[in-house]
């Protein structure tokens, strides 16, 4: 079975930068993307980042510039880089693992990342 598990997420002051890891278990084979998403009170689950297995990246226009999506494959590890910090991102991160044939997703628990003066 497939477990992801987030960490990295904390308090940081507008301005600064934190690394989100999402760590895989059990068999990864066959999937196609890697992403992360964020939810923020109020607001539906949005796409911020995903890696393909090819290695194609994709980033949500408010992130653009600022955050990095990458991957270890040997470790079987998502990582999201977030520099210049908003307050705007504050949420739950949650990683996610995607399949297409057969059609199946996977979630994390999600690291709240809180960004405040």
């Known amino acids: 079975q497939v477990q992801l598990v987030e960490s990295g997420g904390g308090l940081v002051q507008p301005g600064g930068s934190l690394r989100l890891s999402c760590a895989g278990s059990g068999s990864m084979f066959g999937f196609n993307a890697m992403g992360w998403y964020r939810q923020a009170p109020g607001k539906q689950r949005e796409l911020v980042a995903s890696i393909s297995s090819g290695g194609s990246t994709t980033y949500a226009d408010s992130v653009k510039g600022r955050f990095t999506i990458s991957s270890d494959s040997a470790k079987k590890t998502v990582y999201l880089q977030m520099n210049s910090l908003r307050l705007e991102d504050t949420a739950v991160y949650y990683c996610?693992?995607?399949?297409?044939?057969?059609?199946?997703?996977?979630w994390g628990q999600g690291t709240l990342v809180t960004v405040s003066s």
């Open positions: 996610n693992a995607h399949r297409v044939l057969p059609p199946r997703d996977y």
